[in-house]
Structure formats: C-alpha cells, structure tokens
C-alpha cells in the first residue's frame, strides 16, 4: 500500500504493508531511531511522537491511518517544545534512551 508521510517537515512516499505501525515506519523505513520501541503496548510512552501537535503513540497507530504531519524527536526542539505533556513524554523516551535501553544490551 503506498503511503504518504509528512515527518519532521519532509514528505516520504512509502510503500508499507497496511499492518505496519507508524512506529515501525519511523524506525526502519526512515532510519529514525531515536523514537524507541520499548514496551511495542502502549504502556511505556517510549515511543511518542507529535501528530499535527498532538501526542500519540506510534506502536498503537498504523503508518496507512496516519492524516497530518508527524514531528519524532528528531524534529527542531521548537516544535517539541511547544507542548509541555509531549516534553515530560519526550523526556521519558530519552530517560529510556540513556539509562533503561543500555542495561538490556549487556
Ligand atoms: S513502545 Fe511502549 S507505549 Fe509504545
């Protein structure tokens, strides 16, 4: 299925299975990493990224169901900012990032 995705500012035709999540998308079609996969049951929030603005969780939306622009961490920290949940969010990923994901990889 081909699937349009506005990320960070840039538009991506992709041609996804329409089972593929957004978090998926992200990390292995784009090569954008730093939105994690932690839990993959929307538990954790290791995976949040801003929808037109707005906080989701990329492991619980597929990338076909996705209408607006998508900002990951990667994004300019201007429009991570703007919202302080999606900062407390963010900075629960990048808690993950520094200190949770490293200790599995022993
Ligand atoms: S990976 Fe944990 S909420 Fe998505």
Not at 10 to 19: A, I, V, Y
Not at 22 to 26: H, N, S, V
Not at 88 to 91: K, N, Q, V
């Given at each position: 299925m081909d699937t349009l995705l506005k990320v960070n500012g840039?538009?991506?035709?992709?041609?996804?299975?329409?089972?593929v999540t957004?978090?998926?998308?992200?990390r292995e079609n784009l090569g954008l990493t730093g939105t994690k996969k932690g839990c993959d049951l929307g538990q954790c929030g290791a995976c949040t990224v801003l929808v037109d603005g707005r906080r989701v969780l990329s492991c619980f939306l597929l990338a076909a169901t996705v209408d607006g622009e998508v900002a990951t961490i990667e994004a300019s920290p201007a429009k991570v900012s703007r919202c302080m949940r999606c900062r407390?969010?963010?900075?629960t990923a990048m808690l993950f990032n520094?200190?949770?994901a490293p200790?599995?990889?022993s």
């Open positions: 840039r538009k991506h035709r992709l041609r996804l299975d329409e089972r957004l978090l998926d998308a992200i407390r969010h963010f900075g520094a200190v949770i200790l599995g990889r």
